[in-house]
């Protein structure tokens, strides 16, 4: 499921990544970890289960690359494939969000072509490469 863009300076070559949907898990101490993709990174992301799918966006207010929920699962759901299927299904609860930055609140963006360069603040972004995970 997580497919995600790299965008490069075209002219310092700075380049930034971003990419989504991406699960998560909420530990024990409430905290959002990361799930792992396919499978989970670990005994306690599994039995958490999958709690929703984040975004990695860039902010073009921070002008940097921020993470926010962008699906919410009312109950976790197991594994990846799991929690595909469930967002696919109308008939389990989930919560769907903007993606915002949690800095400045700016929506986060993923077509960063022609967006000037934090780096250098000369250059332009210009699309690179895709990716799937
Ligand atoms: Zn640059
Ligand atoms: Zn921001």
Redesign the pocket.
């Known amino acids: 499921m997580p497919f995600g863009f790299v965008y490069k300076?075209?002219?310092?070559?700075?380049s930034v990544r971003v990419s989504g949907l991406w699960e998560y898990y909420v530990d024990g101490k409430g905290f959002r970890q990361r799930y792992g993709h396919p499978g989970p990174n670990s005994n306690q992301a599994k039995k958490a289960g999958v709690k929703g799918f984040t975004f990695q966006g860039y902010c073009p207010t921070c002008r940097e690359v921020h993470e926010a929920i962008v699906i919410e699962f009312v109950e976790p759901q197991s594994g990846s494939l799991g929690a595909c299927l469930a967002y696919s299904n109308s008939d389990v609860q989930h919560k769907e969000f903007d993606p915002v930055c949690d800095i400045c609140g700016t929506k986060l963006i993923d077509d960063l072509e022609n967006e000037l360069?934090p780096?250098?603040?000369?250059?332009h972004f210009i699309e690179e490469s895709r990716f799937m995970s």
């Open positions: 300076c075209d002219n310092c070559q700075f360069c780096k250098c603040n000369a250059g």
